[in-house]
């Protein structure tokens, strides 16, 4: 019995580690906010791995032929420049985050994207968004998915995760998740209903078992900023315009 209430301990603290979460700008090449946010990155990329790089860099055999390929500032620029990319593709609708998890203190896996789309509630009953995110299974989904429901401060809703395998027969995850949110009027703009949509894969086997707390902490943090606690207005303030549904 001890053993077995060790393994659910170290599993349930496995399932709980924290993320960092944070939005990727919708800016452009040349905009000061691109090159702002590009620079904060990369700052944030050389604090989390410049220890693993020494440690990696002083590994790395004499007779390479070739000098260690990667510094800190090299991760930060590509990591920041495959973000921005994705996110200037998405509608004007959705706005990307992306995220990583500590292990021991120690971010990994990162950056792992999640697209988020917002919209006006487009039915009275929010069982639609069940639908929307495959509650009963996609196509190429393995395995029966698993549904957790989420409870905000503002709404709630569900996350979903699927063992998945592509037409090539490689393995992944999906995680899927909705949130129908009762945001309050703050700032002068009025209360408005909004859905919210969130969609991820993760293709490490390491991760999977992580990123389903982690999107729940994105869902978390998602209703935290569009509700602040104060009178100011909401971070996410483009939500009160998709009231009456997206494009």
């Not at 349930?12 to 960092?20: C, D, G, N, Q, S």
């Amino acid at each position: 019995m001890s053993t077995g209430g060790t393994i659910n301990g170290e599993l349930l603290a496995l399932t709980r580690m924290p993320w960092h979460w944070e939005w990727v700008p919708a800016a452009r090449a040349g905009e000061s906010a691109h090159e702002a946010w590009t620079e904060r990155l990369v700052a944030l990329f050389e604090e989390w791995t410049s220890e693993g790089l020494v440690a990696a860099r002083a590994a790395w055999p004499a007779d390479a032929g070739a000098p260690f390929p990667f510094t800190p500032d090299q991760l930060g620029r590509e990591a920041a420049g495959w973000l921005l990319e994705r996110a200037e593709q998405l509608p004007a609708w959705s706005r990307l985050a992306w995220g990583a998890v500590f292990v021991n203190g120690r971010p990994r896996w990162a950056p792992v994207p999640v697209v988020v789309e917002f919209s006006g509630p487009v039915a009275g009953d929010p069982n639609y968004l069940m639908h929307l995110v495959g509650a009963r299974g996609l196509e190429g989904d393995a395995r029966e998915p698993v549904v957790d429901y989420v409870t905000t401060s503002i709404g709630d809703g569900l996350r979903v995760f699927a063992l998945c395998r592509s037409a090539e027969g490689a393995a992944y995850a999906r995680v899927h998740a909705a949130l129908r949110l009762d945001v309050p009027p703050t700032g002068g703009a009025p209360g408005v209903g909004v859905d919210v949509l969130l969609t991820t894969l993760v293709f490490e086997m390491g991760l999977m078992a992580l990123i389903g707390n982690g999107v729940e902490q994105l869902m978390q943090q998602i209703a935290d900023d569009c509700a602040p606690v104060d009178a100011s207005p909401a971070r996410l303030g483009f939500v009160a315009a998709t009231e009456g549904g997206q494009p």
